[in-house]
């Protein structure tokens, strides 16, 4: 049987570092709709040129074409073991859409894991957050800073900011977060899929509570 996953949380909550390490405790495939879109983006396919004009706005993507690249992505085999939804679903009818497909193709998600942290500290996470465009590696200039100064440990490449962590970008997908991905935690919630974790603390204190959450529902 499939170990499916979500993992919820506002941007700057710590999701993509604790979807790594998820991935490595349980072997499960990490799906980012946001890496997908940004790969899109760089290389200049139709899906990217029309998902652009919303990312770099901080607005969603629209439902269908998230969905559609959802649904292709859980065609390739890689995914039978299981797959970690980070970034999606954002929505409501995302999150319909993705009972459903499950559903059709006899998978079963686990529970939906939401990193709970307060606005305040958002700001101050993301104007640090750098990210390797080689390997998608995730630093922070304070709290997780690379072993050399804007170099990735890993593969040695020079890290980025990412262009949607300005200021007034991240203003603006906080908004979005509450107003369009907060009833997502109510979607699970109602299903009695929904585990909340507290973000705050540092990134092993995090994954401890995480995993420990992710124990209870298997
Ligand atoms: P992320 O890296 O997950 O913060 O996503 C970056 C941007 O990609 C978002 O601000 C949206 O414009 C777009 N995006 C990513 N995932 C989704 C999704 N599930 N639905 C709609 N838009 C998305």
Redesign the pocket.
Known sequence: MSFDLIILGP?GSGKGTQAQRIVARHGVVQV????M??DHKKRGTPLGIE?AT??DR??????DL?IRMIEERLKLSDVAPGVLF??????VP?AAALDALLARLGRTMRCAVEIRVPDAAIVERLSGRRVCPGCGAPYHVANMPPKKDGVCDKCGTALLARD?DRAETVLE?LK?YHAQTAPVAAHYAAAGKLRQVEGAGDPDAVFARIDEEIGRAS
Not at 32 to 35: H, I, L
Not at 86 to 91: C, L, M, V
């Open positions: 941007p980012s709709t946001g890496d879109l940004r998902a919303y990312f901080g607005q969603l993507a629209p439902d998230v980070d970034g999606f679903p954002r929505t995302q949607d997908r979005v």
